[in-house]
Structure formats: structure tokens, C-alpha cells
């Protein structure tokens, strides 16, 4: 299972930090016009907030988990290897 879902959430969580990043340049912060209609709209917070908190979320739980799948000795990886199969 592990092996279908994490390609899953890398895809998923790749497009929220991409969008995240992306933000800032595709609105514009001087026209309010341009962003009151988005999600979290009519606020600039607000529609930062909605657009870039997935990014921000996503880019600390990826790195959370390879952080710890990179602290894994090599008997935890060859036992968890044989659990799976």
C-alpha cells in the first residue's frame, strides 16, 4: 500500500508547493480586482492563505518523511521489507 501512496502524495503534494510558489507572481498585490474573486477572497491574506498554506503544509510533511525514511539503519529496511512481502 505504501508503495501506491506514496508516489500519490509526492505527485499531490509536488502541485501544492509548485502552486504555492507561483502565487505571488500570478496575482496582483496593487489590484484587488485581481484576486477578490479567488478562494479566501476578497482579503490578500485571505486568498494567500488559502493558495499557499497546502504548499507550505505539504513541503514540511514531505520533507518530514524523508527525513525519516533517510534514518532508517539497514536491518530496519531489510526487516520491513520481508514484513511486506
Known amino acids: 500500500m505504501k508503495r ?4 500519490i502524495g509526492f505527485v499531490l503534494g ?13 496575482i496582483d498585490f496593487s489590484d484587488p480586482s485581481s ?11 485571505g486568498v494567500l492563505l488559502v493558495h499557499m498554506g497546502p504548499g507550505v503544509i505539504a513541503a514540511v510533511l514531505l520533507v518530514r518523511a524523508m527525513v525519516k525514511s533517510g534514518n532508517r539503519t539497514t536491518d530496519e529496511t531489510l526487516d520491513e521489507n520481508l514484513d511486506e512481502d
Request: glycine share 10%; no cysteine.
Open 35 to 45: 484576486y477578490e474573486n479567488d478562494w479566501g477572497g476578497p482579503s490578500l491574506v
Open 4 to 7: 501506491v501512496l506514496w508516489p
Open 14 to 26: 509536488g502541485f501544492f508547493i509548485v502552486r504555492a510558489l507561483l502565487e505571488p507572481f500570478l
